[in-house]
């Protein structure tokens, strides 16, 4: 989709069944629309590819888009299943249609028109797609649109013959049209093709999700799900995952959530669509795997978004992984669904033609845990299952309880079946390395462990055997950067019995000169299973040493952070986010601070050496140039988990000033939340940020 700022800021102004609603009647105040009637599936497990909007914006061109079918070949990603290439929005001439009514490709990017280009993309063994959007086009606001040559459209992208096309809705929400009965006619008009090519068809309406404003229901995307399953291949279920070069993991949790709502909805030759992977993009490689966790159990369309030519080995092997990919393209098109609450760590299950689950352990969370759900609680029966870890390969054995150690962001998948036979491999999880306690304080639940030079801290790593069988002569060993130490605490248990845990503490001393940054901590785990030897396990933890305190009376916006996020791009320094203007609030001008979109978390490392922190906070002027929804943050001051300063709901008419005390504070955290109404237009600022700092703590 192509959705340039302006266009959306224009915008804002103005157990599962096949789901009864698929068939109801039509909206409120529409014409009544006969569905298409049911076809042979064109996709009966979801569809796999790659996307130009993400990697090359809104010009892809003839040579980028061959560059990348040759890709998809010579890096075995077409025999892994991607299949499609599909072009997306911006492919069409200024004026997008001849005198005539046809659509025109831009000359400059497909000098060749783009019947050679599809030609060219089949010759490779892949299948090419096409983007144009439901609604009318309109100059300023929408590039492309098909409504009102629905028909002409369909049969020219059959006589190109596309195998796939996207419909939009930027143009259909501008003209105000309403969306089932416009995507039901385009739909029937892509059946009715007169060279009578079987086409899928993706049903694109990101745009009227609540996060840019106030849409009735019946043309939200979060809608779509009551009638695309009667006439689509695959659904957009909420807003884009991300922005051109820019998908974060937090968006990535948000769009699945959005796409769990309605899991009744996917089925074989249709499914929910919460948009594309991300791969270097700006998660990192954890968080990109548990993306690619989270669309495979979900059912969800696997279409790239990344430049693959660009990607890692590791990003290729994750997206290339075949036990993922399997369960993904299982036969019986099931939507996982969430077993228990949600929550920071969860557990999502999947049913599986074959009557096995595939379980996923997600750890939403900032530090590592150890998750477990039960074998009865995700539909099976028995004594003895088998656990095949997908991303791993191990496969084990366990008594009935389904654990893994999953690191900050990341999910566990297994595939889970009844087992038979000589007892296997016993399922022993062996815990990441977690620090507990710094210098003797606590560290709060779910937060990034976080040490500084000279530091003492605890470390802690669990082991437990999930197996039917014991294990004996558990041992664990920690290693430690350069100049670290870690001294082990207690004695190691002779055995672990079936259902058992046990912890090993170490502890560790940074040297005062530990050079800030990340810094790893690997615990090697072993234990003698009869039959099978002695086996080991390794598992890392990622910490994070901090830079030095602040020293004096600072502008801490002018301070190294640990870490930074905003919500849409990153916190900018001294400036507002995204429109890079001076911080402005109530039309006053703030030399220094922090702009950030909601949601946001600003960390820095004070080491107990700071007194008294001051700044001014509110929305920045900027979201007067946008539509009145939106512009609405609540800001916190936490310091080591606990809350300092709360502002309560704030408009662009309010501010607050901040006076706290910092006495006693090592890690503060400034926080930004969108007060509750998802908008993006929560452009927020912490103006003037100055603390007050007694000096350095000495090594």
């Given at each position: 989709m192509k959705r340039h700022l302006t266009v959306l800021l224009a915008l804002l102004t103005g157990?599962?069944?096949?789901?009864?609603?698929?068939?109801?009647?039509?909206?409120?105040?529409?014409?009544?629309?006969?569905?298409?009637?049911?076809?042979?599936?064109?996709?009966?497990?979801?569809?796999?590819?790659?996307?130009?909007?993400?990697?090359?914006?809104?010009?892809?061109?003839e040579a980028e888009v061959k560059s990348v079918a040759d890709y998809l070949v010579s890096s075995g990603l077409r025999d892994a299943g991607y299949q499609y290439v599909w072009i997306d929005g911006n492919w069409a001439a200024p004026t997008p249609r001849s005198s005539a009514g046809d659509l025109v490709p831009n000359?400059?990017?497909?000098?060749?028109?783009?019947?050679?280009?599809?030609?060219?993309?089949h010759s490779k063994g892949l299948k090419a797609g096409i983007y144009t959007d439901a609604g009318p086009y309109i100059p300023g606001k929408c590039g492309?649109?098909?409504?009102?040559?629905?028909?002409?459209?369909?049969?020219?992208?059959?006589?190109?013959?596309?195998?796939?096309?996207?419909?939009?809705?930027?143009?259909?929400?501008?003209?105000?049209?309403d969306p089932k009965t416009v995507y039901t006619e385009f739909a029937q008009a892509l059946?009715?093709?007169?060279?009578?090519?079987?086409?899928?068809?993706?049903?694109?309406?990101?745009?009227?999700?609540?996060?840019?404003?106030?849409?009735?229901?019946?043309?939200?995307?979060?809608?779509?799900?009551?009638?695309?399953?009667?006439?689509?291949?695959?659904?957009?279920?909420?807003?884009?995952?991300?922005?051109?070069?820019?998908?974060?993991?937090?968006?990535?949790?948000?769009?699945?959530?959005?796409?769990?709502?309605?899991?009744?909805?996917?089925?074989?030759?249709?499914?929910?669509?919460?948009?594309?992977?991300?791969?270097?993009?700006?998660?990192?490689?954890?968080?990109?795997?548990?993306?690619?966790?989270?669309?495979?159990?979900?059912?969800?369309?696997?279409?790239?978004?990344?430049?693959?030519?660009?990607?890692?080995?590791?990003?290729?092997?994750?997206?290339?992984?075949?036990?993922?990919?399997?369960?993904?393209?299982?036969?019986?098109?099931?939507?996982?669904?969430?077993?228990?609450?949600?929550?920071?760590?969860?557990?999502?299950?999947?049913?599986?033609?074959?009557?096995?689950?595939?379980?996923?352990?997600?750890n939403r969370g900032d530090s590592p845990a150890t998750?477990?759900?039960?074998?009865?609680?995700?539909?099976?029966?028995?004594?003895?299952?088998?656990?095949?870890?997908?991303?791993?390969?191990?496969?084990?054995?366990?008594?009935?309880?389904?654990?893994?150690?999953?690191?900050?962001?990341g999910a566990a998948l297994f595939r889970v079946g009844r087992a038979t036979g000589k007892p296997g491999v016993p399922h022993v999880v062996a815990g990441l390395p977690q620090v507990t306690q710094v210098g003797g304080d606590a560290v709060p639940a779910g937060t990034a462990p976080l040490v500084a030079g000279g530091d003492q801290a605890r470390v802690e790593v669990t082991v437990r055997n999930d197996g039917a069988q014991p294990v004996f002569a558990p041992r664990v060993e920690l290693t430690v950067p350069d100049g670290w130490t870690a001294r082990p605490l207690g004695r190691a248990p002779k055995l672990l019995s079936s259902n058992h845990s046990a912890t090993f503490a170490f502890t560790v001393t940074l040297p005062g000169t530990a050079a800030p940054g990340d810094a790893a901590l690997t615990a090697t785990t072993s234990y003698e299973v009869i039959g099978k030897g002695r086996l080991r396990q390794e598992t890392t933890t990622a910490v994070v040493v901090a830079p030095a305190a602040p020293d004096g009376d600072?502008?801490?916006?002018?301070?190294?952070?640990?870490?930074?996020?905003?919500?849409?791009?990153s916190p900018t320094v001294d400036l507002s986010v995204g429109g890079w203007s001076?911080?402005?609030?109530?039309?006053?001008?703030?030399?220094?601070?922090?702009?950030?979109?909601?949601?946001?978390?600003?960390?820095?490392?004070?080491?107990?050496?700071?007194?008294?922190?001051?700044?001014?906070?509110?929305?920045?002027?900027?979201?007067?140039?946008?539509?009145?929804?939106?512009?609405?943050?609540?800001?916190?001051?936490i310091g080591d988990g606990r809350v300092l300063f709360d502002s309560g709901v704030l408009t662009r008419d309010d501010i607050r000033q901040v006076d706290i005390d910092l006495t006693g504070v090592?890690?503060?955290?400034?926080?930004?939340?969108?007060?509750?109404?998802?908008?993006?237009?929560?452009?927020?600022?912490?103006?003037?940020?100055?603390?007050?700092?007694?000096?350095?703590?000495?090594a």
């Open positions: 157990l599962l069944v096949a789901p009864a609603s698929a068939h109801a009647g039509p909206a409120v105040g529409t014409a009544a629309v006969t569905a298409p009637a049911p076809q042979e599936a064109l996709s009966p497990t979801p569809y796999m590819g790659w996307n130009t909007y993400y990697a090359l914006g809104g010009d892809p061109t000359p400059d990017q497909f000098p060749n028109g783009l019947k050679p280009l599809v030609d060219y993309i492309l649109g098909s409504h009102g040559y629905y028909q002409r459209d369909a049969d020219q992208f059959a006589a190109w013959k596309f195998d796939a096309v996207k419909a939009d809705y930027l143009c259909g929400i501008a003209a105000n049209l059946r009715n093709n007169a060279s009578k090519r079987p086409m899928i068809f993706n049903l694109c309406n990101p745009v009227t999700s609540p996060d840019w404003g106030n849409y009735p229901e019946e043309q939200q995307s979060t809608h779509s799900w009551t009638y695309a399953p009667a006439i689509a291949q695959s659904w957009r279920t909420y807003t884009d995952v991300g922005f051109v070069g820019e998908i974060k993991y937090k968006d990535v949790l948000r769009n699945y959530d959005a796409n769990a709502r309605h899991p009744e909805a996917a089925g074989p030759g249709h499914f929910n669509d919460p948009d594309y992977l991300g791969p270097e993009l700006g998660m990192t490689d954890e968080e990109f795997r548990t993306q690619m966790t989270l669309w495979s159990v979900a059912a969800a369309p696997l279409m790239i978004g990344s430049d693959v030519r660009k990607l890692s080995k590791t990003s290729l092997d994750i997206l290339e992984d075949r036990d993922v990919v399997a369960i993904n393209q299982d036969s019986a098109g099931v939507q996982a669904v969430r077993v228990g609450p949600a929550g920071t760590t969860e557990t999502w299950v999947k049913r599986l033609a074959n009557g096995e689950r595939a379980v996923v352990l997600l998750l477990t759900t039960k074998a009865s609680s995700v539909g099976l029966s028995g004594h003895r299952f088998t656990l095949k870890n997908a991303w791993t390969d191990k496969v084990t054995e366990s008594a009935g309880t389904i654990s893994a150690a999953v690191p900050a962001h600072v502008v801490l916006s002018h301070h190294q952070w640990i870490s930074g996020t905003s919500g849409w791009m001076p911080i402005s609030m109530l039309g006053q001008v703030y030399p220094t601070g922090i702009g950030v979109a909601s949601p946001s978390t600003v960390r820095y490392y004070l080491g107990d050496q700071c007194s008294r922190l001051t700044a001014t906070v509110g929305i920045d002027d900027a979201v007067r140039n946008v539509g009145p929804e939106g512009g609405t943050s609540a800001f916190q001051v090592r890690v503060l955290d400034l926080v930004v939340g969108d007060a509750g109404d998802g908008g993006y237009n929560d452009r927020a600022n912490w103006a003037g940020l100055n603390a007050t700092c007694c000096g350095r703590r000495p």
